[in-house]
């Protein structure tokens, strides 16, 4: 698809990511954004600085001669702008969002945008590393044919799309990213809980530790509100963090007062958790602990 895109957010970095490719194709591109960055002349793209919630004339107009509306915003900026903004756009228009959790933001426009196709898509990675080869979750909450245009674009980034309705999408992330997150960062705790000093950790540990430990140093230097949204805003979080909790206590547990045979039970249960995909994790494993 070409035409004019409007991207709500852009000196966020999800908008960045987008706007980069979509100059990079040619696209007429409009970033509407509180802050305007010094020397915005000078980029390939128009800049506004507004507010989204409250469109003065200009913003008015770009929202009506958009092809396509993408939100790369917070979630609540997103959630209130869709009123205003279905108001707004062309029967023919296309509404994007980017937020990491669907189900909100997905009611939202089934309720004030009933008509506007909409589409939300969410990279699982971070914007620095780029579209190619990558995940990418799409939800489709209103058809058309816009849809399959954007799905094309993004194939040509080099991006795998991976379509999911929106309970599927909150469902999954709650795993693949709560739980993930919420795992690394409290082994952080735990790690700070015992100060064995990371000095001596890092000469004497093993290739799982170093794994943890790598994972640890990139999620704790993230930014604070991605993070934060993942763990808040998704209405499977809660019972991720919960499963991980009775995980830790199920292991102490038969450690402190089972047999040997319930901790292979245990490890047994671990290792089942990953079914026909064992293999294949196992040898991600393999190339991660014999590199150099």
Known sequence: MTGRWLVVGGMGAVGALFIRRLVEDGHDVCVVDPAVPEGYSDRPVRWLRGDVLAPDDRLTAELRSADAVLLAVPEPVAVAAVPV????????????????????????????APDVQAVGL???????LGFEGRPVAAVVVHDGPQVPELYELVDSWGARIVPLDDARHDRLTAAVQALTHASVLSFGLALDRLDPGAGELRELGPPPYTTLAALLARVSSGTTEVYWDVQSANP???????????????????????????????????????????EHYSGIAERIFTSR
């Open 236 to 278: 499977q979080a809660a019972a991720a963090r919960a499963a991980l909790a009775d995980a830790a206590r199920r292991f102490a547990d038969a450690v402190e007062y089972g047999t040997e045979a319930d901790f292979a039970a245990v490890m047994a249960a671990a290792r089942g958790a990953l079914g026909p995909e064992l």
């Open 85 to 112: 903004v279905a108001e707004l756009l062309r029967p023919d228009a296309l509404l994007v969002d980017t937020l990491s959790v669907k189900q909100h933001i997905a009611d939202t426009i089934r309720k004030h």
């Open 122 to 128: 969410n990279p699982m990675f971070a914007p620095s």
